[in-house]
C-alpha cells in the first residue's frame, strides 16, 4: 500500500509569515509530485507541481523535492488570509500502478491576521 | 477554457438505490479520474480512463464501476447503495492523468 504522509495540523502562521508544509511518501519511484490547495466545501485546485530534485518556484510559492529522502514540501511566502486552506500533498504512484495519485489527508493552514 | 463540470452537484439517494454520476472534462483533456472524498479516508482514487479505456482501478468494490464516451466524458456508477458511499465525488481531468484539474465535485447523500 503506498502511503502519503502529512501532518494534519491545524498549522497557524501569523499574516506575512512564512508557512511551511511537509509531505513523505513511499513509493520510492515516483516521480511526479503534487500540492492542492482545498478550500472549506469547495474541491481541491492544483496549485505547484514538481518534477525534479530541488526548488520550484512560483510567485510566493515553492516546491521542494527530495527523492532521496522521499520528501517533498511547501513553502507559501508572505502569508495572506486568504491561503486559509487544507493543503493536500498528491504523489504519482510508479510502476504498473502509474496513472493514478495517491493523496495525504492533508494539512490544515490557518493565517491569522 | 472551460473547466471540468459535474452533475447533479447535489444527490439524495436510499440504501440500494443506483446513482450515475457525469463528468465533462476540459476541451482536449483525454484522461479523466474519479475520487471519493471522505472526512475520514480523505481522497482516494476510484479508476482512470484515457481515450475510452480503464488504465488503472483503486480499492473499491465492483458495485462501483465507470465508463468513458469518445468524446472524453466520463460517468461513474454506484450500484445497491449503502450508507457509506455518502461521500464527495470528484473527477479531474488531464492531458495524461499527470497534473489533474478537479471538477466542483458531487455530494452524495444515502440516507
Known amino acids: 500500500q503506498k502511503e502519503v504522509e502529512q501532518n494534519s495540523g491545524p498549522l497557524s502562521v501569523p499574516e506575512g509569515a512564512i508557512a511551511s508544509l511537509n509531505c513523505t511518501y513511499s513509493d520510492r519511484g515516483s516521480q511526479s509530485f503534487f500540492w492542492y490547495r482545498q478550500y472549506s466545501g469547495k474541491s481541491p485546485e492544483l496549485i505547484m507541481f514538481i518534477y525534479s530534485n530541488g526548488d520550484k518556484e512560483d510567485g510566493r510559492f515553492t516546491a521542494q523535492l527530495n527523492k532521496a529522502s522521499q520528501y517533498v514540501s511547501l513553502l507559501i511566502r508572505d502569508s495572506q488570509p486568504s491561503d486559509s486552506a487544507t493543503y493536500l500533498c498528491a504523489v504519482e504512484d510508479s510502476g504498473g500502478s502509474n496513472y493514478k495519485l495517491t493523496f495525504g489527508k492533508g494539512t490544515l493552514l490557518t493565517v491569522n491576521p | 477554457k472551460a473547466g471540468v463540470t459535474q452533475t447533479p452537484r447535489y444527490l439524495i439517494k436510499t440504501r440500494g438505490q443506483q446513482v450515475t454520476l457525469s463528468c465533462s472534462p476540459i476541451s482536449g483533456h483525454r484522461s479523466v479520474s474519479w475520487y471519493q472524498q471522505t472526512p475520514g479516508q480523505g481522497l482516494q482514487f476510484l479508476f482512470e480512463y484515457f481515450s475510452e479505456t480503464q488504465r488503472n482501478k483503486g480499492n473499491f468494490p465492483g458495485r462501483f464501476s465507470g465508463r468513458q464516451f469518445s468524446n472524453s466524458r466520463s460517468e461513474m456508477n454506484v450500484s445497491t447503495l449503502e450508507l457509506g458511499d455518502s461521500a464527495l465525488y470528484l473527477c479531474?481531468?488531464?492531458?495524461?492523468?499527470?497534473?489533474?484539474?478537479f471538477g466542483p465535485g458531487t455530494r452524495l447523500t444515502v440516507t
Open positions: 479531474a481531468s488531464s492531458l495524461e492523468a499527470d497534473e489533474q484539474y
